[in-house]
């Protein structure tokens, strides 16, 4: 079946830095990728859209500027918090779906990011 | 918009008990229904699915009917395991006009227990 690898799965920080998370679908073409942050105890929040070779569509109150997502292959999109500030840390989670794929088959996710700022 | 609400955890039960996750949605047209699944520190499974009405999705014992008229997607399961325990989520699936393309939008979790 469809395969998203993400990396890296923990990741600790200095404020100020900047961090990169990535998303590789494996065996299929990643035409769309969706970016989630997901808080303890809450649900996945939509942070961005990214279709392949285009900017990404950011949802209301994420800001494009500190979160930087490039999708500019169709097995590749990396998601890169800049200048990062403990509360940034969070779980970040990809999911992919391909323009081949019928969306009522559901979508495939990665295994998830932890981020920690200190 | 579209909306999920399931109901709020946590739920513990025992080894062999009866398990319902109620879900209810809010979404214009004719979405597709789903129920992930996510284990402790890891990202989300899909564990079942239905995209029309009446449809039941069902995999590893885990059953969830669409049901139009009440617009609700309940899980269920007969007997549950100490290995059912994780977080489940309700999410439909519907087009998305910002990006061209679908979108998911959950519910807030419901975190299952099972003890022995």
């Known amino acids: 079946g469809a395969v998203v690898s993400q990396h890296p799965s923990r990741v600790i920080c200095k404020s100020g830095t900047s961090v990169k998370i990535e998303c590789r679908s494996l065996?299929?073409?990643?035409?769309?990728m969706f970016w989630y942050r997901q808080f303890p105890k809450k649900s996945l929040m939509l942070m961005a859209t990214?279709?392949?070779?285009?900017?990404?569509?950011?949802e209301q109150g994420v800001e494009k500027d500190k979160f930087l997502i490039n999708h500019a292959s169709l097995t590749l999109s990396t998601l890169t918090v800049t200048s990062a500030h403990p509360e940034d840390s969070s779980f970040y989670i990809c999911?992919?779906?391909?323009?081949?794929?019928?969306?009522?088959?559901?979508?495939?996710f990665g295994s998830g990011t932890r981020l920690t700022v200190v | 918009g579209n909306s999920v609400t399931q109901m709020e955890g946590p739920v513990t039960l025992s080894e062999e008990a009866f398990l319902t996750i109620n879900c209810t949605y809010t979404?214009?047209?004719?979405?597709?229904l789903f129920w992930y699944v996510q284990y402790p520190g890891e990202g989300l499974q899909l564990l079942l699915k239905?995209?029309?009405?009446?449809d039941k999705g069902s995999n590893k014992g885990f059953e969830a009917t669409y049901r139009k008229e009440t617009t609700s997607f309940h899980l269920e399961k007969g007997s549950v395991q100490v290995s059912d325990s994780a977080v489940y989520f309700c999410?439909?699936?519907?087009?998305?006009?910002?990006?061209?393309?679908?979108?998911?939008?959950f519910g807030k979790g419901t975190k299952l227990s099972v003890i022995p």
């Open positions: 999911s992919a779906r391909s323009r081949g794929i019928d969306p009522n088959y559901g979508y495939t």
């Open positions: 065996d299929f073409q990643a035409t769309t």
């Open positions: 990214s279709n392949e070779g285009s900017k990404a569509t950011y």
């Open positions: 979404a214009t047209g004719y979405p597709s």
């Open positions: 239905a995209t029309k009405a009446d």
């Open positions: 999410a439909l699936s519907a087009p998305y006009s910002g990006a061209g393309s679908y979108q998911l939008t």
